[in-house]
């Protein structure tokens, strides 16, 4: 895209938004009250809102390679800290995709370099299910399935961290799981078993 035709753009979209509502902008100056948190992964093919049929202010939404919630992610921390403690979100989503590039390049037999130690924790995610994904033969089927498992394993991440686990004890918050198939534009929901997760974990990762 050229990045002239970025600002041009944006002038057609600040029009159509002031014909639709003349206070459209001070409206949205006010501030926001997201419902939801999204954590998604940073490819250029999944755009959050757009996906979700969201506007501003609805989703508060964070991006990286393969959708990653490490605890020594200070980023990830933050956010996840800001969205459900301060704007207090009641559902935490995070939404993997098929044919993701950074799950594909942790299952490579390469030095990525600076990349190496953030795709070391898909490799983790991939030693936690290996019985499973070496079962199975088809190599995309494999590859999708691992996109799945860690989507399910960065939702216990979630639930692992000090801030959701207050706000589980205080009110309503539901984490969920979902993938984007780029191959029909339809997100998938994994049904991730919260309660179950939060019941299994509970006794090793509780904080008081």
Request: net charge negative; hydrophobic share 40%.
């Amino acid at each position: 895209m050229d990045i002239k035709k970025i600002f041009e753009n944006n002038k057609d979209w600040v029009q159509e938004k002031l014909s639709l509502d003349k206070d459209y902008f001070n409206e949205l100056a006010k501030g926001q009250s997201p419902e939801i948190l999204y954590i998604g992964c940073s490819d250029s093919r999944v755009t959050a809102e757009e996906v979700m049929g969201a506007g501003p202010g609805e989703v508060f939404v964070h991006r990286n390679i393969a959708n990653m919630v490490p605890n020594t992610d200070i980023n990830a921390m933050s956010v996840i800290n800001y969205a459900v403690s301060h704007l207090k979100v009641n559902h935490v989503v995070v939404c993997g995709h098929y044919n993701c590039g950074g799950v594909k390049a942790a299952m490579q037999s390469e030095d990525l370099g600076l990349l190496n130690p953030w795709l070391r924790n898909i490799r983790d995610v991939y030693r936690l299910h290996k019985d499973e994904l070496n079962a199975i033969e088809d190599e995309t089927a494999k590859y999708n399935r691992l996109v799945e498992l860690n989507v399910q394993e960065q939702c216990v991440n979630v639930i692992k961290t000090a801030d959701v686990q207050k706000a589980v004890r205080e009110r309503e918050i539901t984490v969920h799981g979902w993938v984007f198939d780029l191959h029909t534009g339809t997100i998938i929901d994994l049904k991730i078993d919260f309660e179950k997760i939060l019941e299994e974990i509970m006794e090793i990762y509780k904080l008081s």
